[in-house]
């Protein structure tokens, strides 16, 4: 399978494909990038051709694409690999509204290609074996849930809301959304948030919390935050309390580590754990060779990206927001 790369622009594009290089019978077959300076770094470290636009990558032979571009460019790419007849893996949030998002998915069925929304956290071990535990019926009926997910303040435009959509809560509320949406399988029906700038000179949202109410009765409250400093010991967290009327299930995504405690280096996180980021790719492959849609998709992530506008709406209006969503 030939898979090619639309933009470095994402940090998680370099992971994705050192995964993809390390798995069978899987080719990454060049990278698109219109910073010509970062294309062809990367594609040089890891030996790939570059192109200068996503058309000459979308010319070659292809079966399916990654986008990792600017929020904002998710829109433009995802319409022009599909109707190039490519299938799409697209980096999260899926657009920065609603409107973009819904036509990528119309335009990826209209082509007959799959359209997957890039949550790798579903694939995490811990929360993988939560959400068995929770089909299992061994915690009862959920009544709440409490979620986390902290990290530090990404540099360039992911602080340019022409480019992200939004801050913190577009990058790190929609991650909590899809897993309570999946855990459970229902929608998010009302939405009331708050956030403010806190740790950064930008005036973007940097912290807040959401507070959300599910179809089924369920209500949930969101941490999110770019608070943590460049010395913690890793990038983020990804954290739930699901209690219900049996038991309270804690969940710590990257909780397959070790701290470790040095002298010279301070405090850091050896991680041993299962890289869910593999995971992700791996099941965006089989879905293409089986013909099967990709555990999240599109609409996943269309449904996850309106939570986190509902958020914003929450703020400006000062009231909570009323989704109908699933209907």
Same mark, same amino acid.
């Given at each position: 399978?030939?898979?090619?790369?639309?933009?470095?622009?994402?940090?998680?594009?370099?992971?994705?494909?050192?995964?993809?290089?390390?798995?069978?019978?899987?080719?990454?077959?060049?990278?698109? =990038?219109? =910073?010509?300076?970062?294309?062809?770094?990367?594609?040089?470290?890891?030996?790939?051709?570059?192109? +200068?636009?996503?058309?000459?990558?979308? *010319? *070659?032979?292809? $079966?399916?694409?990654?986008?990792?571009?600017? !929020?904002? @460019?998710?829109?433009?790419?995802?319409?022009?690999?599909?109707?190039?007849?490519?299938?799409?893996?697209?980096? @999260?949030?899926?657009?920065?509204?609603?409107?973009?998002?819904?036509?990528?998915? =119309?335009?990826?069925?209209? !082509?007959?290609?799959?359209?997957?929304?890039?949550?790798?956290? *579903?694939?995490?071990?811990?929360?993988?074996?939560? @959400?068995?535990?929770?089909?299992?019926?061994?915690?009862?009926?959920?009544?709440?849930?409490?979620?986390?997910?902290? &990290?530090?303040?990404?540099? &360039?435009?992911?602080?340019?809301?022409?480019?992200?959509?939004?801050?913190?809560?577009? #990058?790190?509320?929609?991650?909590?959304? #899809?897993?309570? *949406?999946?855990?459970?399988?229902?929608?998010? %029906?009302?939405?009331?948030?708050?956030?403010?700038? +806190?740790? %950064? #000179?930008?005036?973007?949202?940097?912290?807040?919390?959401?507070?959300?109410?599910?179809? !089924?009765?369920?209500?949930?409250?969101? =941490?999110?935050?770019?608070?943590?400093?460049?010395?913690?010991?890793?990038?983020? $967290?990804?954290?739930?309390?699901?209690?219900?009327?049996?038991?309270?299930?804690?969940? $710590?995504?990257?909780?397959?580590?070790?701290?470790?405690?040095?002298?010279?280096?301070?405090?850091?996180?050896?991680?041993?754990?299962?890289?869910?980021?593999?995971?992700?790719?791996?099941?965006?492959?089989?879905?293409?060779?089986?013909?099967?849609?990709?555990?999240?998709?599109?609409? $996943?992530?269309?449904?996850?990206?309106?939570?986190?506008?509902?958020?914003?709406?929450?703020?400006?209006? @000062?009231?909570?927001?009323?989704? +109908?969503?699933?209907?």
């Amino acid at each position: 399978m030939r898979i090619g790369i639309i933009s470095l622009a994402h940090m998680h594009a370099v992971g994705y494909i050192m995964v993809l290089l390390g798995m069978e019978n899987v080719e990454v077959a060049g990278i698109a =990038d219109e =910073d010509e300076a970062r294309g062809r770094k990367w594609a040089g470290q890891f030996g790939l051709p570059y192109f +200068r636009t996503t058309e000459e990558l979308l *010319r *070659r032979e292809l $079966d399916a694409v990654i986008v990792t571009s600017e !929020n904002s @460019k998710h829109h433009g790419h995802v319409l022009a690999a599909a109707r190039a007849g490519k299938h799409v893996l697209c980096e @999260k949030p899926l657009a920065t509204n609603l409107e973009d998002a819904q036509e990528m998915i =119309d335009v990826c069925r209209e !082509n007959g290609v799959f359209l997957g929304t890039a949550f790798p956290v *579903r694939f995490s071990t811990p929360v993988a074996a939560a @959400k068995q535990v929770i089909d299992n019926g061994q915690i009862g009926n959920i009544l709440a849930i409490k979620g986390t997910n902290h &990290g530090f303040i990404p540099e &360039g435009w992911f602080t340019e809301p022409a480019l992200s959509g939004g801050g913190a809560v577009m #990058d790190h509320t929609v991650h909590l959304v #899809d897993l309570m *949406r999946w855990i459970m399988g229902t929608e998010v %029906s009302e939405v009331y948030a708050e956030h403010d700038s +806190r740790f %950064s #000179d930008n005036p973007i949202d940097d912290c807040g919390i959401a507070t959300l109410e599910f179809q !089924n009765g369920v209500f949930a409250t969101i =941490d999110f935050s770019w608070s943590r400093t460049k010395i913690y010991p890793v990038w983020g $967290d990804v954290t739930m309390e699901i209690i219900g009327t049996e038991g309270i299930l804690h969940v $710590d995504a990257f909780g397959q580590k070790i701290e470790v405690f040095s002298e010279a280096n301070g405090v850091r996180w050896d991680y041993w754990g299962d890289n869910m980021d593999a995971g992700l790719l791996q099941n965006f492959v089989e879905s293409i060779r089986e013909g099967l849609e990709p555990l999240v998709t599109g609409l $996943d992530g269309l449904r996850a990206t309106e939570a986190a506008l509902a958020a914003y709406r929450s703020f400006e209006q @000062k009231k909570t927001v009323v989704l +109908r969503a699933g209907n």
